[in-house]
Antibody
Framework: QVQLKETGPDLVQLTQTLSITCTVS????????VHWVRQPPGKGLEWMGA???????DYNSAFKSRLSISRDTSKSQVFLKMNSLQTDDTAKYFC????????????WGQGVMVTVSS | DIQMTQSPASLSASLGETVTIECRAS??????LAWYQQKPGKSPQLLIYNANSLHTGVPSRFSGSGSGTQYSLKINSLQSEDVASYFCQQYYNYPTFGGGTKLELK
């Protein structure tokens, strides 16, 4: 069955770099797109960026200068890397999939809660 | 960016009641709209896509409607398991979400 699972640190120091891995199963990264979405505690959802099935990427302009998304199709993994973390980057980070034909998020990972500590 | 304005921010309703949540887009999104349900500590779950199509396995008491810039999610005969937050999301352009509606039981 379709699964996405995020793994990453619970705590990141101020100004440091966040690295999160999304490991997927039940589908191919060359067929489906995988996106990153985050949610600060008690707040709404914010789209961060996408890894397209063809290997291209797109980013929310709010993050573009410090966000990088990549993948390893042989391991069915998509990676998020964001530098210069601030306290307002404290959030739950989700990966989610969609297709280009049906561009809504039909499956989500359980998310990883990351706290940025000073 | 397309802005999504969702209302109300919170809602209190009784079991069996019908509730409606609204979402307004800053420009025409041509029915490129999804609704998600999120329970505390969990990830969002897709309810409705293409503004009015029910996702597989979602109870028929949920329905979506709208066009252009105005969309709504209706829950008929509210059940206790419907207590959750609800978010709209447009995908006509790069994804943006509404601010969410927290639904509680009265």
């Amino acid at each position: 069955q379709v699964q996405l699972k995020e793994t990453g640190p619970d705590l990141v120091q101020l100004t440091q770099t966040l690295s999160i891995t999304c490991t997927v199963s039940g589908f191919s990264l060359t067929t489906y797109n995988v996106h990153w979405v985050r949610q600060p505690p008690g707040k709404g959802l914010e789209w961060m960026g996408a890894m397209w099935n063809g290997g291209g990427t797109d980013y929310n302009s709010a993050f573009k200068s410090r966000l990088s998304i990549s993948r390893d199709t042989s391991k069915s993994q998509v990676f998020l890397k964001m530098n210069s973390l601030q306290t307002d980057d404290t959030a739950k980070y989700f990966c989610a999939r969609h297709t280009t034909v049906d561009p809504y998020f039909d499956y989500w990972g359980q998310g990883v809660m990351v706290t940025v500590s000073s | 960016d397309i802005q999504m304005t969702q209302s109300p921010a919170s809602l209190s309703a009784s079991l069996g009641e019908t509730v409606t949540i609204e979402c307004r887009a800053s420009e025409d999104i041509y029915n490129g709209l999804a609704w998600y349900q999120q329970k505390p500590g969990k990830s969002p779950q897709l309810l409705i896509y293409n503004a009015n199509s029910l996702h597989t396995g979602v109870p028929s008491r949920f329905s979506g409607s709208g066009s252009g810039t105005q969309y709504s999610l209706k829950i008929n005969s509210l059940q206790s398991e419907d207590v959750a937050s609800y978010f709209c999301q447009q995908y006509y352009n790069y994804p943006t979400f509404g601010g969410g509606t927290k639904l509680e039981l009265k």
